[in-house]
């Protein structure tokens, strides 16, 4: 069975987002100091203590949802990997869920260069990951779709347990 680095790319690139998110999170919960510039156009903290810093109508940091993303992403990465790594579906998946972490990449980007005239450096390593990962996803997507690959190539043994007793 053939397995691509690609998942694997996507898999340390989770992790990475995993503990960035798990950093932003306890500066917000547990008052963990913020290492990040806090003048001029990187002001981390401007940032992180925006309206924009928490889910609509909750007291729950972004980096939270953040957080689940990354998890879920990393998930669908291992399963890529390690599972099913000939699985068009998980292909189409990891596809469509970095998708989704884009288009709240371009809100977020918004929020901090339209609204607030500043970024967040944590924050746009975050952006960064996200970019990356979906660059990944389309190129696996593409990959696929250009070599033809069978959604699943099943085994010796599995093939050999489809084919009727008599035809063996």
């Known amino acids: ?12 690139l989770s992790v990475v987002g995993v503990a960035i998110s798990l950093y932003l999170t306890s500066v917000h919960y547990e008052h963990v100091p913020l290492v990040c510039s806090t003048q001029g156009f990187v002001d981390c903290e401007r ?33 890529a990997w390690w599972v099913v790594p000939q699985r068009r579906e998980v ?17 977020l980007v918004y929020v901090e260069i339209v609204r607030l005239h500043t ?15 979906f660059l990944i996803s389309i190129f696996q997507l593409y990959q696929g779709t250009a ?15 489809s084919v009727p007793m008599a035809e063996r």
């Open 47 to 79: 940032v992180l203590s925006s309206s924009y810093s928490v889910v609509p109508g909750t007291s729950i940091p972004v980096s939270v949802p953040g957080l689940l993303w990354f998890i879920v992403a990393g998930a669908l990465a291992f399963v």
């Open 91 to 107: 292909v189409v998946g990891l596809f469509a869920w970095s998708l989704l972490g884009m288009l709240s990449v371009f809100y």
């Open 119 to 133: 970024l967040c450096a944590w924050c746009t390593a975050l952006h960064a990951i996200i970019l990356v990962m």
């Open 147 to 161: 070599e033809g690959e069978e959604p699943y190539e099943e085994d010796d043994e599995q093939r050999q347990s």
């Open 1 to 12: 069975m053939r397995r691509s680095g690609r998942p694997i790319a996507s898999l340390v």
